[in-house]
């Protein structure tokens, strides 16, 4: 997430103070990603630094206000048109705890699984509720209509996204069995091999030494043919 875009897209609509800010971005967003004050003037500072930002005065109440400047105006536009990177995707919590618990001593990743599609779909009936009421705001209409939009939006993705997740929690738990499955099966198969192989050992530990051993083709043409054989 990029605060200080989003603090710049704020801006960009007139000066402000940090803690007007933060509300703002806050309220745009649904506080899905919380803000602090201090968060918020650091990143002010930081934008002040690069030329994207200048104080610009006071408000009637004594609040230091902040406007964008050209700068900061062409860096928005660059963060709007430049779609975003996935070539180094951001660390997933979920991915490196199931990463992580693939042959984990005392860890069953089938319990992994199951506790975390259980909180997955809790999230997922959370957002579609949130999101009624968001679609009641904005067919409402209001003063606030455009937070309401852009709060619609992104209790969308959050749904897409948990619907994704719950599907592939469900492709893991089937990868799991599919694997498991596979590993009982060559296990099987190697004990079926082991009493054949303790026989010819224990045959060729009852050969003579220096008794000749028939080879198998030698041994099919000595064995007289079967009854009914062709």
Known sequence: MSIRHGLLALLERGPRYGSQLRTEFESRTGSTWPLNVGQVYTTLSRLERDGMVAQGGEDAA??????????????????????????????????????????????????????????????????????????????????????????????????????AEARWLDHCESRLIRLSATATAADSGSGADAPTAAAGSRAEAATPAGAPRATARQGAEASPPVAGGR
């Open 62 to 163: 004594g609040h230091a206000l902040y406007a964008i400047t050209d700068s900061g105006r062409t860096e928005l536009r660059t963060w709007f048109e430049k779609p975003v990177d996935r070539t180094s995707p951001a660390r997933d919590e979920l991915a490196i705890k199931l990463a992580m618990a693939v042959g984990a001593p005392s860890v069953d990743i089938r319990d992994v699984i199951q506790s975390q599609r259980r909180h997955t779909v809790k999230a997922m009936q959370d957002y579609t509720r949130l999101k009624a009421q968001a679609l009641v705001a904005v067919e409402s209409g209001g003063a606030r209509e455009r937070d309401d939009v852009a709060w619609l939006l992104v209790l969308e993705q959050l749904i897409f996204q948990t619907e």
